[in-house]
């Protein structure tokens, strides 16, 4: 198997400001993805991060609300910029095992006061 | 577009078998995967189907008869440690895997 490794594994910040979330994988994998998770909520794609390109974004997360970088092929991070409590969200990175299974990091929950 | 849906919450006995259904109509199919999340922890793998068929793993088995677009997830002798939200999702995407989760199904077991 393999570990992502999360972090922060929770934050509260104020509104305005930006959080950038880090994940780092004990493998190197092609691709990594960024979800949310909203309270009660299932998981949404944020976006695909693929080594040396841009992300990919779904449709209604742009690049400049979550810029993402993905420098080499074990490390991402995802920033949350110019939060609003609307924000407030658990946020997780995922990358897969074998092409098939998805394994995920610990997850962030954020918390915009 | 995607859509998967799933029963919002399901309650069992200790020892029984429950079975938690998914439909789905989505653009693209890489295969249907259930995962498991206990409360305030990410997501854990617990099945992969791509063919039509039931792929067994000890006291769980997952379904998939993609011409209906549904899938089942059956937990037998249930244990309390099973009580958790059980996700169904469907992978897409030009081999990417992408997944499109549903909203989950809660699942209590009461002794």
């Known amino acids: 198997s393999a570990v992502i490794s999360q972090k922060p594994s929770r934050d509260i910040c104020q509104r305005g400001t930006s959080l950038t979330i880090q994940c780092q994988v004990d493998s190197q994998v092609t691709m990594m993805f960024w979800y949310r998770q909203q309270p009660g909520q299932s998981l949404t794609l944020i976006a695909t991060?693929?080594?040396?390109?841009?992300?990919?974004?779904e449709s209604g997360f742009v690049i400049d609300k979550f810029p993402i970088s993905r420098p080499n092929l074990t490390f991402s991070t995802l920033t949350v910029s110019n939060m609003s409590p609307e924000d407030s969200s658990i946020y997780l990175c995922?990358?897969?095992?074998?092409?098939?299974?998805?394994?995920f990091g610990q997850g962030t929950r954020l918390t915009v006061v | 577009g995607q859509n998967i849906d799933q029963p919002t919450e399901m309650t069992a006995t200790e020892g029984a078998i429950v079975q938690i259904n998914c439909t789905y109509q989505t653009s693209g199919f890489n295969g249907l995967f259930w995962y498991q999340q206990h409360a305030g922890e990410a997501p854990t793998f617990l099945s992969y189907n791509v063919l039509d068929g039931l792929e067994e793993k000890g006291r769980f088995s997952s379904f998939l008869s993609r011409s209906k677009g549904y899938s089942y997830l059956l937990l037998k002798e249930l244990q309390m440690k099973d009580s958790a939200s059980y996700l169904c999702a469907v992978g897409s995407g030009a081999g990417s895997y992408q997944l499109t989760f549903g909203k989950g199904t809660k699942l209590s077991v009461i002794p």
């Open positions: 991060a693929n080594q040396g390109s841009e992300a990919t974004y």
């Open positions: 995922s990358s897969l095992l074998g092409g098939t299974e998805a394994f």
